[in-house]
């Protein structure tokens, strides 16, 4: 591996570009789908979502749905109509505000005793570029900390593949 380092940086590069920079989009429990028998708790454990991520909840049609519903709901699975429920089977659900989000099947008893349920928390996007402004002095201060975080996160992905 040493003996290709512009191999690393390239590799580390591209890390950080899919990770960072460009949105993630997360299959619900990934090959599980969005089913019964998911612990979907231990699925998010791992996972940073953030503002512009989106959530792909794939299930049979007609077997289950998706339902976003406030921490109460969640809690106690209620199911309610108003928030519109999602049924392709293949719903996918762009997380377009920060904070805490929730999901659950609105199926039978699925969210009860199937423990159909999703609580992720989004960031704010902190690395995008702020809005176009008229102060140019301000994108100048923020160029700074973007360049400098991201030379932080390329040497944390060589370090990562070096060890
Ligand atoms: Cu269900």
Redesign the pocket.
Known sequence: MASAPSTIVFIATLIVLTTSISSMEYIVGDEGGWN?KVNYTTWAKDKVFFVGDTLVFNYAPG???VMKVNGTGFQQCIVTSSNGTLTSGRDVISLQTPGRKWYI?G?LK?CEL?N?KLVITVLPQTMAPAPSSQDTSASTKIAVPTIYGFVIALFGSILLLVV
Do not use: A, D, I, R
């Open positions: 019964l077997t289950h749905n099947c199926v699925h199937g159909m």
